[in-house]
């Protein structure tokens, strides 16, 4: 199955070996920046970090007039890993 990683693990208390499944996100979280400038919402900015988008944010709403509205969403990864 796409996402999912297979390992194997041995379990010293039972002697034997065991096959787990780890899953691999598919989609990595992102905010988007979105500025009113008087005709309507403009992508300003993505940013991929809670922290850079906290700098971000401050920074905005210190020197711009102008309304922003940011939105949480999820961007696809462009490469998955597989085993």
């Known amino acids: ?3 999912l990683k297979t390992f194997l693990l ?3 208390n039972k002697n034997k070996m065991e096959v787990y499944t780890m899953y ?3 989609t990595i979280d992102c905010w988007r920046f979105y500025c009113n400038y008087g005709q309507g919402w403009e ?3 993505t940013e991929y970090t809670r922290e850079e988008m906290k700098v971000n ?3 905005y709403r210190e020197n711009s007039p102008y309304p922003l ?3 949480k969403g999820r961007e696809r990864i462009k490469e998955v890993a597989t085993v």
């Open 43 to 45: 992508h300003e900015i």
């Open 1 to 3: 199955m796409e996402g």
């Open 24 to 26: 691999t996100r598919k």
């Open 57 to 59: 944010r401050k920074a």
């Open 69 to 71: 509205k940011i939105v």
């Open 10 to 12: 041995l379990n010293n």
